[in-house]
């Protein structure tokens, strides 16, 4: 296996992504269509690191435009693909609901219809821990019931899933669905509450705390899920199996669905209390009510990753922020 597709390249966790296999060797191919989600010059900083790597190719383009997905797949060949091109966020899809239909619906589906016009060895795809959705069970597993979301963006990535599953079965697509877990760290996305809580103590501005501060993540750092994915692409699943396997949805099925979590829920005000300490400054804190779509705790059973290839992060909050802030100081000029 030598050459891997990445989508979602100028993105947080597909940029380290495609960095982490031109390191090991391979040639890959990024594709991104640059979604002002948020401000394009982070992505465009993150794929300048990319650019000029030896075995590096980019392509921007919308994956909704399935002949122009086909066309990229038809010219490069790859043998893995790593799909992580989104529309994210919670919150955004109550406001507007459209672009996780066309990103993570119509999307994937022209990464599935590529993949089966040009077969793969390995399809590994973003999921969401948001896909638990209403579950009080913890920690999270694999094999738990997820009938309850309570956002459109779970409900894309739930359809994810079950549309993997229908290709995997169908058309013997090897695939592997990963539940990512709060990922933070360098060159993360301004949207997510760390990046936010940052900007706003270094502003002096106040924070907002969700449901009064009563909340709890999973938070997992970004270079132990780049790490899950390196290890999980070169080891697809087998096309059939005698019995259970980890992480296998159907035994007849060549499809696998991975929590990619720190298996360590922190709470929010204990989370804050490091972001201070790391910063070196005091945050400001405004209290205010549960928002629709979001859930009180996240918490991720690693087993099956951990038995599947021998690993799962455990990078300590108080390590992961770290890091975070000394790239956010030096990215954003902060003395």
């Not at 038809?74 to 790593?82: D, G, I, K, N, Q």
């Not at 599953?165 to 996305?189: D, N």
């Amino acid at each position: 296996m030598r050459r891997i597709l990445v989508t979602g390249a100028a993105g947080f966790i597909g940029q380290a992504v495609a960095a982490q296999f031109l390191r090991d060797g391979f040639e890959v191919l990024g594709l991104d269509n640059f979604t002002p989600y948020y401000d394009p010059r982070l992505k465009r900083a993150r794929l300048a690191l990319l650019e000029g790597q030896p075995g590096f190719r980019f392509r921007r383009l919308d994956l909704a435009d399935a002949a122009a997905v086909l066309q990229a797949f038809a010219a490069f060949r790859p043998e893995a693909v790593v799909h992580l091109a989104a529309q994210a966020g919670v919150r955004y899809s109550l406001d507007n609901p459209r672009a996780y239909t066309a990103a993570n619906i119509d999307g994937f589906l022209s990464v599935l219809e590529a993949c089966r016009a040009h077969p793969v060895r390995h399809l590994v795809y973003a999921s969401s821990s948001s896909v638990y959705g209403a579950n009080t069970k913890v920690p999270f597993a694999e094999t738990d019931p997820v009938e309850r979301p309570v956002s459109l963006y779970a409900a894309t990535k739930r359809s994810n899933e079950l549309m993997a599953q229908t290709y995997s079965h169908l058309f013997r697509i090897p695939a592997s669905g990963l539940r990512f877990f709060t990922v933070y760290g360098p060159w993360g996305r301004p949207d997510m509450a760390y990046y936010k809580f940052t900007r706003a103590i270094y502003a002096g501005e106040p924070i907002d705390l969700y449901n009064h501060g009563r909340m709890w993540r999973d938070f997992t750092y970004v270079k132990e899920v780049v790490e899950a994915i390196r290890r999980l692409t070169v080891q697809p699943p087998a096309d059939r199996v005698e019995g259970a396997a980890p992480g296998r949805v159907d035994p007849a099925t060549p499809h696998c669905l991975f929590n990619i979590g720190n298996h360590t829920p922190v709470a929010l005000g204990d989370f804050v209390a490091v972001l201070e300490r790391v910063i070196g400054r005091r945050a400001r804190t405004r209290m205010l009510g549960m928002q629709p779509g979001d859930v009180e705790r996240t918490y991720a059973e690693v087993d099956a990753l951990r038995q599947a290839v021998g690993f799962a992060p455990r990078t300590p909050i108080e390590e992961g922020l770290e890091q975070f802030a000394a790239w956010y100081r030096g990215f954003h000029d902060h003395a």
